[in-house]
């Protein structure tokens, strides 16, 4: 009985183990804020799209939250002048009135969530993907 308990326990301590390793290889390694920033963005549209969808206005807020603080990172880093952008980096300020301006467009999300309007966070989610591509097109592609 006791070599069964010893048994279930180290194969469970190896599960676990091979569990952690699997997810340490999808975990991201650190990188510039604006990736990460991105990368908070991404999860977030995400969930506006699958809130848009199942007209879940409610659902919305919450993971842009995460976007907000990492925003502060990214700010620090430029301050620092830690950020270098892959194409037209001699923009930066172009780039940050560019953050600033979706940054506002963020808010108004947020603000036509609460309100339920779904109507308006169509509207103003078309715009922050617009925002993107523009972005994108001018600092990143």
Wanted: a positive charge; one cysteine or more.
């Amino acid at each position: 009985m006791r070599k069964l308990v010893v048994n279930a326990i180290v194969s469970l301590v190896l599960g676990v183990a091979v569990v952690n390793a699997e997810e340490a290889k999808t975990v991201p390694p650190a990188d510039n804020p604006v990736k990460a920033e991105m990368r908070l963005l991404d999860k977030a549209f995400k969930n506006l799209i699958d809130s848009l969808i199942l007209n879940n206005p409610k659902a919305i807020e919450e993971p842009f939250h995460e976007v907000h603080m990492a925003k502060a990172n990214t700010e620090a880093a430029l301050k620092r002048g830690e950020i270098k952008l892959p194409k037209n980096s001699n923009k930066m300020k172009e780039f940050v009135h560019m953050d600033e301006q979706f940054h506002g467009k963020l808010e108004a999300l947020i603000e036509a969530s609460r309100k339920g309007d779904m109507k308006g966070v169509q509207d103003v989610t078309h715009k922050l993907l617009n925002g993107c591509v523009q972005c994108h097109n001018k600092f990143r592609n």
